[in-house]
């Protein structure tokens, strides 16, 4: 067990959980959002098609949000935000989809809540629920906090003796350690559909997805090689072989360890930043909540060498197919494994990535706690 949380350390067993109630029928049953691996395809196409729906609503480019809701999917629900980890895009992302339809928002960061006291994030979660949220967005350190707290809030409706829940709470993935990011996987899926003219079938045959960066520690790599792949995408995860696990291979993706090799068959390069504070985390040491991790690691011998050999340079950049396109999760870490002008040039998509998350949250939403 994690002492701090409550929670076991190790990566949640692959269950195909994502749906923790009414498995595999229709979309009407879907009460959590936890993984994408083990998500059935017609599952991703059916959330995709909502987020493109969403997405014609909101309009293709971000919408004054003082023009208020464009749907009442979530009038009369309740969003909480369980943030127990820095979060920049994804928790305004939830705010603004919710709110966009309908939903009123709960805002709750480990800072100033009780679990600076010692509370456990089951605990934590399982207050807020009675207090009669519909859906919980929990970002967590530990891999496995939303299955844990998803299978914790299940057990406590309708049961018996003090301490029940009057209704069920839909639990949303917005990060736990290196498991997932299912929702940051599907606003990524969705911007190279969008970007390769697949939004109809959402079928990704043909493209292929580089991965590059810090695989082992990332929980966007889990949700991308599992998304991506099951829509017929080729993935390729891209690093030293200090950042990219050789048993990443078992969840359907490729391995390259020279970038400059592999650029000419991409199509798609997502590029992640090296995450410092995971490696911290995984030697046993301890990482402050809310400080920010010492920029260095044993896994790579200096970031000026890690650029040198896998930062995508302008120079780089030109290697990629005619059409690529680069992507970002964010946050990102200039000069290091994107150049600025990488990131801010014709190729970039990463804000555009940004706006489809509102859509997709959108989605993810109303699947789970809809009218
Ligand atoms: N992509 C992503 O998860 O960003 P945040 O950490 O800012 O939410």
């Known amino acids: 067990m994690n002492s701090s949380s409550g929670l076991p350390a190790g990566q949640p067993q692959g269950s195909g959980g994502a749906f923790a109630a009414g498995e595999a029928s229709g979309l009407a049953d879907f009460r959590h959002l936890l993984e994408l691996r083990g998500m059935p395809r017609q599952r991703l196409v059916e959330l995709l098609h909502l987020a493109r729906t969403f997405r014609d609503r909101i309009g293709p480019a971000p919408a004054n949000l003082s023009e208020g809701p464009v749907g009442d999917e979530l009038r009369g629900r309740v969003v909480g935000n369980l943030f127990f980890e820095d979060s920049t895009r994804t928790r305004v992302s939830f705010s603004v989809a919710a709110k966009r339809l309908g939903a009123e928002v709960i805002d709750l960061a480990s800072a100033g809540s009780s679990a600076s006291k010692g509370e456990t994030v089951i605990d934590t979660a399982a207050n807020v629920a009675s207090m009669g949220v519909d859906a919980l967005v929990i970002r967590h350190r530990s891999s496995g906090a939303a299955h844990m707290i998803a299978k914790a809030l299940d057990s406590l409706v309708g049961g018996v003796g003090g301490g029940v829940l009057h209704k069920p709470c839909s639990v ?3 990060g736990d350690g290196r498991h997932e990011h299912p929702t940051q996987g599907l606003l990524d899926i969705f911007t190279v559909a969008d970007a390769f003219g697949r939004l109809e079938s959402f079928d990704l045959t043909g493209i292929t997805l580089g991965i590059i960066g810090d695989i082992g520690s990332s929980r966007v790599a889990r949700s991308g090689i599992a998304g991506f792949s099951a829509l017929g995408a080729r993935v390729v995860c891209i690093g030293p072989p200090s950042l990219v696990p050789s048993a990443i291979r078992t969840l359907g993706c490729e391995i390259s360890h020279d970038l400059d090799a ?6 798609v390069i997502n590029v992640l930043r090296i995450q410092f504070e995971r490696h911290e985390v995984g030697t046993g040491a301890t990482v402050a909540e809310n400080q920010p991790a010492a920029k260095s690691s044993a896994a790579i ?9 896998f930062g995508l340079t302008a120079a780089r950049a030109e290697k990629l197919k005619p059409k690529a396109i680069v992507m970002h999760p964010g946050p990102i870490n200039r000069g290091v494994e994107i150049a600025s002008s990488v990131a801010d040039g014709k190729r970039s998509l990463i804000l555009r990535q940004v706006h489809h998350g509102v859509a997709v949250r959108m989605a993810a939403m109303a699947l789970c706690i809809g009218t």
């Open 262 to 267: 592999i650029l000419p068959e991409l199509d």
């Open 301 to 309: 011998a200096s970031i000026r060498e890690y650029t040198e050999f």
């Open 172 to 174: 949303i993935n917005a």
